[in-house]
């Protein structure tokens, strides 16, 4: 069986601002050493799928690179992880407008692969899945679409789209991100529901017959841009649209808070999503870094990466990116940092030449909670990340604050003694 997979690149990834302010969403770092793009990716591999394309557009440079270095297959092999690009051709002089036009953009190269499916993916989201068993259920069923379904709460279900599933599995309708006074009668018959959990949301993953997407794409729909808004709620009306049920882990790291919480339950003793338990390898770009070096220190609930060095500090339930420096007397909790993309005095660190600049890395006697430290962030000595005043949401100096969670991104300085 031939499967072709198209990784969905994001738009502007503007809920997850501002960590996208340099980056595209699957470009974001994840659980210390991953980006959010190695996850669909290692699904695909693991799962012998191995003719990948991604499509990009919105600050893409940070992906395009990261792909180019990660995933190169043996000159024996067929597969492939490649990037494309949004370009402009004398047919087309526009940008992706959505999901399905992004999908249409690419749908030259795609079927030039001549797949007996597509598999179509997004790439911010985390999850371990079973294609195989995808796949199966659709043959068996002899769908022309198939939707990776979840059944989920009544708070969760606003924020998706939400299918309705007879008893065969056939989806009878689909509703995107209805608001909580209209999810009246949008439950399902199909196994799995529960009363804590009653609905069944999409989870963006679809499989389609190679000629139905391109009847859909080019002929039917050609004016229509968005999957979840229009293409699946008309296809429903015109084709066999059955549901494949998924009970794992599945979350969508599409806010700033969803992205918090994915990372730090991954510090904790069972987390959901368990990169130790039931291991099925997660790919990224090797790197040849030393192990982390560690003094004096207080540690739980927290996973250091490679090339750390940390002093006398105090860290619980907390991701310690690669290359992280943290200085004596600091105390971290409940915080995610990024790390570096180089050493302190590398030739790229600023602070080697400049002496008024803050060392790279956290320095001494700071208190950091709540808080997300992107990449290349210089926190000076007796720096305080608290959220004092409890806010919600800040815009300051280089320093921002969404759902209560402290982001100060990537690059930016933290001139000792400041306080948030």
């Not at 990024?338 to 320095?363: C, E, K, Q, Y």
Request: glycine share 10%.
């Amino acid at each position: 069986m031939d499967i072709v997979s198209v990784i969905l690149g994001g738009g502007r990834g503007t809920r997850l601002f501002p960590l996208t302010l340099h980056r595209s969403k699957p470009a974001v770092p994840i659980g210390g050493k991953y980006r959010l793009i190695d996850i669909p990716v290692s699904n695909c591999v693991n799962n012998g799928i191995k003719k990948i394309l991604v499509l990009t557009q919105y600050n893409s440079e940070s992906l395009n690179r990261h792909v180019g270095q990660t995933y190169r297959f043996d000159r024996f092999s067929d597969g492939f992880v490649s990037i494309l690009a949004a370009e402009q051709t004398p047919e087309n002089t526009n940008w992706f407008q959505g999901t399905a036009d992004a999908v249409r953009q690419g749908l030259v190269h795609i079927l030039s692969q001549h797949p007996d499916m597509v598999l179509i993916l997004s790439g911010d989201q985390l999850y371990r899945m079973d294609f195989s068993s995808f796949v199966n259920e659709f043959q068996s069923s002899n769908a022309d679409i198939s939707i990776a379904t979840k059944p989920v709460t009544t708070e969760e279900a606003p924020d998706l789209g939400i299918v309705q599933v007879a008893a065969d599995g056939v989806i009878k309708g689909f509703v995107e991100k209805p608001p909580a006074d209209k999810l009246s009668g949008l439950t399902s018959d199909q196994k799995g529901i529960t009363r804590e959990r009653p609905y069944l949301g999409s989870m963006g993953i679809y499989l389609f017959k190679p000629e139905v997407l391109r009847r859909i794409l080019m002929d039917e729909d050609r004016d229509k841009t968005d999957f979840g808004k229009e293409i699946i709620p008309d296809a429903i009306n015109r084709y066999k649209v059955v549901s494949c049920l998924f009970n794992g882990y599945w979350s969508d790291i599409g806010t700033i808070r969803s992205f918090f919480r994915a990372n730090i339950d991954m510090t904790m003793p069972d987390p959901e999503f368990d990169m130790y338990s039931n291991f099925t390898p997660l790919y990224t770009r090797a790197r040849a870094l030393p192990g982390a070096r560690i003094r004096n220190c207080t540690l739980n609930n927290t996973i250091v990466c490679g090339a750390s060095d940390i002093t006398g500090a105090d860290i619980e339930n907390s991701i310690i990116g690669i290359r992280s420096y943290v200085g004596s007397g600091t105390s971290i909790t409940n915080s995610i940092n990024m790390g570096t993309d180089f050493w302190r005095g590398h030739a790229r660190d600023s602070g080697a030449v400049n002496a008024s600049h803050p060392a790279l890395g956290i320095g001494r006697d700071c208190v950091i909670r709540n808080t997300i430290l992107d990449k290349n962030v210089r926190l000076g000595n007796e720096v305080r990340l608290v959220n004092e005043k409890g806010l919600d949401s800040f815009d300051g100096d280089g320093i921002y604050i969404r759902d209560g969670i402290i982001v100060v991104p990537k690059g930016v300085t933290v001139p000792d003694g400041t306080v948030l």
